[in-house]
């Protein structure tokens, strides 16, 4: 029984991984005031980059960095045309997601029956076979580990360098930041390609490690739960991470229930990450106050420099 607790934590840290990649690039976009919601797209058009360039290369880095360059140049172009066109961040989001759904579907038909080379094992040598935290915490792929030093830096980043500084008050009031002389547009759009490129390696991480293989529409709504994850942590990094392997976490109990016997529906089990956004969200609207004093002033809002 024990090791089966082990193995859902192992499973909950790979599962909530994919979340907190996404999570933190969607947090950095909103600090400066860009929602997007293209973030599921995004993830789609990367998963299947990564996934073509990992089997054509056999390289994981190389397929990781296929997916960033991917998520990075789809959010240039939401960006461009968000901040500097003026259009609709929401519809522009969504158009994104739209795009992306079907482009990805497109392109990865002759890559449904691929197969990823075998890779060496990324256990932990001495760490890995300590009983139960061995199997639990030391067999991840790097980037599990990554993911928690980025997040611990850009915690760092954001609070305590000036640059972060910037970026927070190009969220609170850009109209200010132009007016102390900082190129508002241009740090949005940083922010936004910098939001998108970790979209990507979420999408790429889903494709070369989570699964790994290629199904159209295989991030599966993960990047609106990332999406929900960032007000869910009232856009703070370390409370990203947290409630990204809470949601990881009941993603895999479904399969945890259904291993030790457990007489439920798999539609409901099915469904348990969906009901915990909504119910997790439903709970944080009862006090706006809250959101409001936590959530960045010009989310959601165009800027319009003056000449």
């Known amino acids: 029984m024990m090791e089966s607790y ?16 996404a999570s933190l690039g969607l947090l950095i976009n909103e600090k400066v005031g860009i929602v997007n919601l293209g973030a599921e797209g995004m993830m789609l058009c990367a998963a299947i980059a990564g996934f073509a360039t990992v089997v054509t ?8 960095a296929a997916g960033m360059a991917v998520g990075a140049l789809l959010a240039a172009i939401f960006g461009i045309l968000v901040i500097w066109l003026n259009t609709n961040q929401f519809a522009t989001g969504l158009a994104l997601t739209l795009f992306g759904t079907g482009f990805s579907a497109f392109v990865g038909t002759s890559f449904v029956q691929a197969k990823i080379p075998e890779r060496t094992s990324f256990a932990i040598p001495g760490l890995s076979d300590v009983p139960l935290l061995g199997p639990a915490l030391f067999r991840h792929h790097p980037l599990v580990y990554l993911t928690v030093i980025f997040a611990a830096g850009l915690i760092l980043f954001m609070y305590r360098t000036r640059s972060g500084l910037v970026m927070r008050s190009v969220g609170e009031s850009p109209e200010s930041a132009h007016a102390l002389g900082y190129p508002v547009q241009q740090i949005r759009l940083l922010a936004v390609v910098v939001g998108g490129a970790l979209c990507g390696l979420a999408g790429a991480y889903v494709s070369v490690i989570y699964t790994p293989l290629w199904v159209e529409g295989m991030v599966a709504g993960k990047g609106w739960i990332a999406l929900a994850l960032t007000t869910f942590a009232t856009w703070r990094p370390a409370r990203v991470l947290l409630g990204a392997y809470l949601f990881g976490g009941v993603t895999m109990l479904q399969f945890h229930l259904q291993g030790i016997g457990v007489d439920v529906p798999s539609q409901f089990l099915s469904m348990l990450p969906y009901v915990a956004t909504i119910v997790v969200l439903a709970l944080i609207s009862r006090n706006p106050q809250w959101i409001r004093i936590n959530m960045p002033a010009s989310i959601g809002k165009p800027f319009h420099p003056s000449a």
């Not at 290369?57 to 990781?64: K, V």
Request: hydrophobic residues 60%.
């Open 6 to 21: 082990a193995l859902l934590l192992a499973a909950t840290l790979n599962a909530g991984t994919v979340l907190a990649i």
């Open 57 to 64: 290369t056999g390289s994981d880095w190389l397929g990781f």
